[in-house]
């Protein structure tokens, strides 16, 4: 982040990317990244209001959030997208609650899916700093705001060897920010005044054009990134070993570092088994989803968020790029408030899948005589008490309040 030049940075602390804030306010104190403003906002929605007002003002904003501060901030992430501003945020992915659970899944993000933010999902740290890099320089070409999901902990939290490029090669890659729209007391202006019926549809439109126009630039900027610094860590999505392959994972995030496990071991017992990894999850690219795709026997989407009275919403996507094809996808949850996915649990779902055995929607490792359990407790008697505090006593965790 600092070797992007960031002019003003925001933020709330909220985990898991308190510390990350935290050593950016390190740097403007000693200044060594000058001319920067570190503003620590009262609030997740101060946060992004500050950087709403930094990006119209003509400076380079960035904030970073999670989970709840997101939803905290989510009016204010709408009028960045309405109102066509280049913030960049990281968002460290965590669960939604209630009940309180700080530990990874994709809800967060899923939340705001529609909220006209283009989202980068990084499967490693080294992809997380790549990708910083390449959001701001998509967000100021496209004058739109991006998000850098990274998985909360599972990612932000682990120390790994990090290939950091040299400022000039960032500056030689990263041009200076020159705004689209800027508020100049010489040339005065509004930004964000009412729109009726008469135009509001198509301000909505532009938002989705910009994001279509992402779909191009994403792949462009990718590969202007690994050739200029040596690693292809952008993109729209990458595939594993799918080439030939009859079943293939789709997932987002740094689960993929573990299917790919399962998926070298499968190869080896003589499975024609692969791997999609889908970074751009907003905008969706339907065209190479179906590419990377079209040539597989069974698709299996493992997502760590559920679309709760439905089911899947990476394979929501899935099956829509899909259409037309004979190719069924079954859904898999998993990894919902930082489960682990286990190497053995993943082997069990390929093998069900080459088998014909996988159902359309499996919930990875839910643990059924325990949600059984509490389904008759409520069956039973009105007050049941609730239903997260009960669970934990059934498994011998002592709940608030005992």
């Known amino acids: 982040m600092a070797l992007c030049r960031p002019e ?62 997101l939803l905290f901030m989510m009016e204010a992430v709408y009028n ?24 990874n899944d994709h809800s967060d993000a899923m939340a705001a899916r529609d909220a006209g933010w283009v989202q980068l999902f990084a499967q490693s740290v080294q992809e997380a ?62 930004i964000g005044a009412m729109v009726g019926p008469e135009a509001f549809e198509e301000v909505r439109y532009l938002a989705h054009a910009r994001q279509l126009a992402a779909v191009e630039r994403i792949a462009e900027i990718g590969s202007e990134f690994a050739e200029a610094f040596g690693r292809d860590s952008g993109g729209l999505v990458h595939s594993y070993r799918s080439a030939d392959a009859e079943v293939v994972v789709v997932a987002m995030g740094s689960v993929l570092g573990t299917i790919k496990e399962v998926v070298d071991a499968q190869r080896a017992g003589g499975a024609r088994i692969g791997a999609l990894g889908v970074t751009s999850f907003r905008p969706f690219p339907l065209d190479a989803v179906r590419q990377a795709l079209g040539g597989a026997r069974r698709v299996v989407v493992l997502e760590k968020s559920v679309s709760v009275g439905f089911g899947g919403v990476l394979s929501t996507d899935v099956a829509l790029a899909l259409n ?38 499996t919930f990875l490792d839910l643990k059924h005589e325990l949600v059984a359990r509490e389904l008759e407790r409520m069956a039973a008697r009105r007050r049941s008490g609730p239903s997260a505090e009960n669970m934990l006593r059934d498994l011998g965790i002592v709940g608030a309040g005992g």
């Open 8 to 69: 003003v940075i925001c933020a709330y602390p909220i985990s898991p990317q308190t510390h990350i804030i935290e050593a950016l306010s390190e740097f403007v104190k000693r200044g060594a990244l000058a001319p920067c403003e570190f503003v620590n906002a009262e609030s997740e929605f101060a946060a992004m209001s500050v950087a709403i007002g930094a990006s119209a003002a003509g400076a380079r904003a960035f904030t970073a959030t999670a989970s709840q501060g």
């Open 129 to 190: 700093a790549d990708l910083h890099l390449q959001a701001f320089r998509l967000a100021e070409e496209l004058s739109g705001p991006v998000m850098v999901c990274m998985d909360g902990f599972v990612l932000t939290h682990a120390t790994e060897r990090v290939d950091l490029p040299s400022q000039q090669a960032v500056d030689a890659f990263l041009p200076p920010y020159e705004p689209r729209q800027v508020l100049d007391p010489d040339a005065p202006y509004s």
């Open 324 to 361: 037309g094809l004979a190719v069924p996808v079954s859904t898999v949850v998993a990894g919902l408030g930082g489960r682990p996915i286990t190497e053995s649990a993943l082997r069990s779902v390929l093998e069900a899948a080459q088998g014909g055995r996988l159902e359309k929607l």
């Open 80 to 103: 960045a997208s309405g109102l066509g501003f280049p913030v960049v945020m990281t968002l460290a992915n965590r669960a939604v609650g209630a009940p309180i659970n700080i530990w």
